[in-house]
């Protein structure tokens, strides 16, 4: 079983609450996750969410949902772990293509390099899941990474799980430290990755990573949500 099929096999089995989207005309926004309905200093995993416990991982979950710098987040940390959790999600990419998170990422994995499996780890990330049966071989996963030396846009295939496929959305350490907003076109990425139009993805996973480096690492991710075309 890989890292990732463990989780698909989860979410299709059982209940996991989804996030609902609005028929297209009724919405410009689908609001993913903004921890404002979470418990403030709530630890582990969050409500609504569930915990995937990857093959050699020693997954810690060690979460928090934090008020700091005047907005509510999701403190993610890892020390040698490798933690990830998911829910189901329902989104029009037609209407509603554009996803677009807030992070801050404290410290960045030492010595991480997505590109060799010895080292294949990364700060918070965010991952966009199309489950498809069986889904070891036909699962599709989008994953999209600060990294500390790639530069911003490369795609890297992952070293551990075929149907994984990272984006640097972010590259470099001047901005570690601050709030930034990211924003990306779910249907381009994979058109750009798989040379087809997509599906609507199913789920939604935020992963963070230090198992095979044995290092540190700390994020903050503010509100996840999805937005119209013309935003």
Same mark, same amino acid.
């Given at each position: ?25 009724a919405t =410009?926004?689908?609001? $993913? *996750?903004?921890?404002? /309905?979470?418990? #403030?200093?709530? @630890?582990?995993?969050? %409500?609504?969410? &569930? ?10 979950? =060690?979460?928090?949902? $934090? *008020?700091?710098?005047? /907005?509510?987040? #999701?403190?993610? @940390?890892?020390?040698? %772990?490798?933690? &990830? ?22 410290? #960045?994995?030492? @010595? ?5 499996r010895e ?52 590259a470099g ?59």
């Amino acid at each position: 079983m890989t890292r990732w099929t463990g989780l698909l096999l989860a979410l299709a089995i059982f209940g996991v609450p989804a996030v609902l989207a609005a028929p297209p005309s009724a919405t =410009d926004i689908v609001l $993913v *996750e903004d921890w404002t /309905r979470q418990p #403030l200093d709530s @630890r582990g995993v969050p %409500d609504t969410w &569930t915990a995937h416990e990857t093959i050699g991982g020693n997954p810690v979950y =060690d979460f928090a949902v $934090v *008020e700091i710098d005047g /907005r509510r987040a #999701l403190q993610m @940390r890892s020390n040698g %772990d490798h933690s &990830t959790i998911a829910k189901k999600l329902s989104v029009d990419l037609k209407a509603t293509p554009w996803l677009e998170w807030e992070w801050k990422v404290v410290a #960045l994995p030492d @010595r991480a390099d997505i590109r060799h499996r010895e080292t294949s780890d990364a700060a918070a990330h965010v991952f966009m899941v199309w489950p498809r049966w069986p889904p070891a071989f036909r699962s599709s996963l989008i994953g999209y990474i600060w990294d500390a030396n790639l530069p911003v846009g490369s795609v890297h295939k992952s070293q551990k799980t075929g149907t994984v496929t990272f984006i640097v959305v972010r590259a470099g350490k001047a901005a570690l430290g601050q709030w930034v907003t990211e924003r990306r076109n779910v249907r381009d990425d994979y058109r750009m990755v798989y040379g087809e139009d997509p599906e609507d993805p199913a789920v939604i996973a935020l992963s963070i990573d230090t198992n095979d480096t044995r290092s540190w690492s700390e994020s903050l991710l503010g509100p996840i949500r999805f937005r119209r075309g013309d935003h």
